[in-house]
């Protein structure tokens, strides 16, 4: 990722004055590509002219030379910045805009050779975009700083598009578990410092910005406090982090005010950790494709907002371990589910409601326009019809109770809507966003400016009138303006009346101007440019009013978000037939009627329906692990990440898609299904596997519930089965944790035998007529066999394959020790090759047969002989 902070090779040699100041801005804005203003274009230049004509596909033009070559040129349209903003920030890449910040009228009179003056505004990065077109509606967009002091690490991380900032801290050894709840865009640490590569963008920057007095001096400015303490700041890591992400900001930003909301202050300690390891195999908020389609947040989000949305996500990337705070969620949820009226009808007030966190951050921010502002009416409409549709309930949950919009907001609300149109404009300079009678010069301005030809009517009436001429007419002369034209006959009789002053003279007529007349026109000429200025003084006294109630409205747009999300929750359990976790404090795991909700509803487009499962993890004292075993394809990845997810839910605040499930408080979930490897990295599968499942293994407590499959399986058999076995055996007497344990090593199921907390379970497999079918169900004891030939055969390998293996696998298990392994394989010579000479033989004989021909003694002689050639 780009440094704004690097500087590229100067732009040496003769430059004409243009060229000049935009190699001094270029070198300002280092590696970042300069979006330099020229009139109604951004240009690129040079090396950035190529990157971005590539990136944009756009057309790459020449204008000038320099030291003999021709400089290479691209631009974009003004209007159009936004659309292709996205697609930089998208691609990876950091933009500087500078614009002109001098009248070009001013520079013309410095001299003919004077350059407009421009500097940068603002720098673009992943994590610093507001535009609304840049952003997820329903994904928050952090910027992060990173400062890890004496083992602790400290996160601080901001939202620009809605002015959150949070502040976590955590060891070091959690680094991993802490970034993936926050989701940020982008991450940013000091120069040297660790930096982590993630799903975000990784910037370094000046050390000195992360400095504790320097951090002091910025929360003084951004939060007007002397004290950080005041703000819950204490730890000198925890400055570092905030002074580093404030000097960021002001960075990128070139002075620009920003506002913040207060730090709020969090930690690790309250929150389910969930590595990214699990979070990949879970596919909790994407799918191992990076896709929003098909992961558990795409299935199970019914929200109506954008906020809600947002808050949801969270909720899902952060499940909670305080069991106060869950149940607050779950209570939420069951009372809107209880009563499926109320629910309807808050679903219909949200449905619409904008996004009043992300508005309001635009209008603070100087960006925001008249539709943000209508925005922000509408939002608070939302709120005042929630707040009196709630009231007419007796009892109402304390997450769904203290919505209020106090007279402050309704009084906004109602200035808004007088003073607006109905259709609104995204930009002050666009126009006619105010009604008419809102303001009585604005009134004047817009009256003169589409009224004119009825005002010059009307003094054309009252200068006949007062000097008799009725031939006399008022008309437009390029040079005089607006003026009076009479006959030549006329022309004496009107040079003699006091006010009129004779300025032409023409062949048949005589042309005048008056004071009044003058001074009409000039207020016609004036006319569109004093609407434009007073429709935007307007503006601006409007977004004062609404950036004055910030607090109340932050206030209110969270509440808007949290009834959105638990009626999101309700509807869904509703829908799904979900059903409210019991939580408890010890360590109970036990689900009836257990459901995977994104393979359920894959299944369900298909026509088809899930199996349920239950899963018990505790024999009324202590937590238990199972030892699942059965073939591929029965079902049992899903089984295992079901019960994961189980416990991401109920954590997170919603009903579970199970008949029951009483579930003792998890601190940390382990999942590690399927393969995968880091081949950047030089890990192979088999090593990315071994890492992940040290980590588990070193980590795993009393209280957490890990998720296993197919330990050791990308080493030699004895290799694998020994450190399958001996994992095992630690989760289940060191860590004494919760836990499936999925293998295909059977030998492990007699480990049951001796260690009292483990159970082996099974997948349901049943031959009918010689093929394998796979029943979905969980069952006790563990499988006969892994069935690897049959699901060979599914998965189209060549029938003289599957026959060659069944034939090999029926010697392998002939010869194995019971129970045991094959102590030396007899891979070659023991079964011995069909020579092709003898395949041949059948083939011919088999050539030369006819059915329908031969006589019943005839097909069987043929039989026989087919039987001694196989067997030969």
């Known amino acids: 990722m780009t440094k704004p902070t690097e500087h590229p090779p100067k732009i040496a040699g003769k430059l004409t004055p243009m060229m000049a100041q935009y190699a001094r801005i270029k070198s300002e804005a280092g590696d970042a590509l300069l979006f330099y203003r020229m009139g109604d274009f951004y240009e690129l230049f040079f090396s950035d002219a190529e990157k971005a004509a590539e990136a944009l596909s756009i057309t790459l033009t020449k204008r000038g030379h320099h030291e003999g070559e021709a400089i290479p040129m691209c631009g974009v349209p003004v209007h159009a910045r936004d659309g292709y903003l996205e697609k930089l920030v998208r691609g990876g890449f950091t933009v500087a805009i500078a614009e002109q910040t001098e009248d070009p009228a001013e520079a013309k009179k410095r001299g003919a050779k004077s350059v407009v003056e421009r500097q940068i505004v603002r720098i673009v990065t992943p994590g610093t975009v507001t535009e609304e077109n840049l952003l997820d509606p329903k994904s928050p967009a952090r910027l992060a700083a990173l400062s890890v002091v004496d083992g602790k690490a ?22 991993g578990d802490m970034l993936p709840p926050l989701q940020i865009r982008e991450l940013i640490a000091a120069e040297g410092e ?14 000195r910005s992360f400095s504790v007095e320097a951090a002091k001096g910025r929360i003084e400015a951004f939060w007007g406090v002397n004290e950080p303490s005041g703000l819950g700041l204490t730890e000198g890591g ?14 990128t930003h070139a002075g620009e005010s920003i506002p913040l ?30 896709s929003y389609k098909g992961s558990l947040l795409h299935t199970i989000d019914r929200t109506r907002t954008a906020a809600g949305g947002r808050m949801l996500r969270g909720w899902l990337a952060a499940p909670l371990t305080d069991r106060r705070a869950i149940e607050e969620r779950h209570d939420g949820v069951a009372y809107l589910l209880s009563d499926h009226t109320l629910r309807d009808e808050l679903i219909s007030l949200l449905k619409g409601s904008p996004d009043l966190e992300r508005a309001l951050a635009r209008l603070r921010l100087e960006r925001g326009g008249p539709s943000d502002l209508g925005l922000v009416q509408r939002a608070v409409a939302t709120g005042e019809a929630l707040q009196a549709r709630l009231r007419l309930e007796h009892t109402v949950p304390d997450l769904l109770a203290g919505l209020n919009v106090g007279d402050r907001l309704q009084g906004l609300a109602a200035t808004l809507l007088s003073a607006l149109t109905d259709e609104l404009p995204l930009r002050v300079s666009d126009g006619g966003f105010l009604r008419a009678g809102f303001d009585a010069a604005l009134d004047e301005a817009v009256s003169l400016q589409k009224n004119a030809r009825q005002h010059l009517a009307a003094e054309e009436a009252r200068l006949r009138e007062a000097t008799g001429i009725k031939s006399l007419r008022v008309k437009h002369d390029k040079t005089l303006g607006y003026c009076v034209e009479v006959g030549k006959a006329h022309a004496d009789r009107l040079a003699s009346q006091e006010g009129f002053t004779q300025r032409r003279t023409m062949t048949t007529a005589a042309r005048f101007v008056t004071d009044d007349l003058t001074a009409l026109s000039q207020r016609i000429a004036d006319a569109e440019g004093e609407a434009a200025a007073r ?16 607090e109340e409205l932050l206030d209110l747009a969270g509440h808007i978000a949290r009834t959105d999300t638990l009626t999101s929750l309700a509807e ?11 939580l408890t404090d010890g360590t109970e795991f036990a689900v009836e009627g257990g459901r995977h909700p994104v393979v359920e509803a894959a299944l369900r487009r298909e026509g088809k329906a899930f199996v349920p499962n239950g899963c018990s993890l505790f024999d009324g004292e202590d937590a238990e692990l199972q030892l699942v075993t059965g073939p591929n394809m029965a079902g049992k990845s899903t089984y295992l990440r079901q019960n994961a997810i189980l416990v991401v839910l109920a954590q997170a605040g919603s009903f579970v898609p199970a008949s029951s499930f009483r579930l003792g408080i998890v601190d940390r979930l382990f999942s590690r299904v399927g393969a995968s490897d880091d081949l950047a990295r030089g890990r192979s599968t088999f090593m990315v596997e071994m890492v992940e499942t040290a980590a588990i293994l070193h980590q795993a407590t009393c209280r957490s519930l890990v998720i296993l499959d197919e330990v050791g399986r990308g080493t030699a058999t004895f290799d694998g089965l020994s450190i399958a076995w001996a994992a095992l055996e630690h989760l289940h007497t060191e860590s004494r944790c919760r836990g499936l344990f999925a293998t295909h090593y059977h030998e492990l199921t007699r480990l049951a035998e001796e260690l009292p907390r483990l159970h082996p379970v099974a997948m349901a497999v049943r031959e009918w007529r010689g093929k394998v079918v796979f029943l979905h169900e969980v069952k006790p004891g563990a499988a006969d066999r892994s069935y690897g030939v049959a699901v060979a055969r599914l998965a189209g390998l060549p029938e003289s394959v599957v026959k060659r293996a069944g034939q090999l696998l029926k010697l392998l298990e002939d010869q194995s020790p019971a129970g045991g392994l094959v102590a030396d394989l007899p891979l070659f010579g023991a079964v011995p090759h069909q020579p092709e000479s003898e395949r041949d033989e059948v083939r011919a004989m088999l050539d030369g047969l006819d059915p329908d021909d031969m006589s019943p003694r005839e097909a069987h002689e043929a039989l026989c002989r087919l039987k001694d050639l196989s067997q030969s």
């Open 154 to 175: 400290f996160i601080a991380a901001a939202d620009l598009s809605t002015g959150e900032v949070l502040v976590e801290e955590g060891p070091e050894g959690r680094l």
């Open 194 to 207: 660790r930096l982590l590569q993630g799903a975000f963008a990784a910037t370094e920057a000046d050390p």
């Open 535 to 550: 429709e935007a003084a307007v503006f601006r006294e409007l977004k004062e009013a609404v950036t004055d109630a910030a």
């Open 238 to 251: 925890a400055l570092r982090a905030i002074g580093g992400l404030l000097s960021y900001i002001e960075l």
């Open 572 to 582: 869904l359990a509703a829908e799904e037939d979900f059903a409210r976790p019991a």
């Open 261 to 290: 909301r207060m730090p709020r202050i969090g930690g690790q300690s309250d929150k389910l950790a969930i590595d990214e390891a699990t979070r990949r195999s879970l596919e909790l908020t994407e799918t191992g494709e990076g």
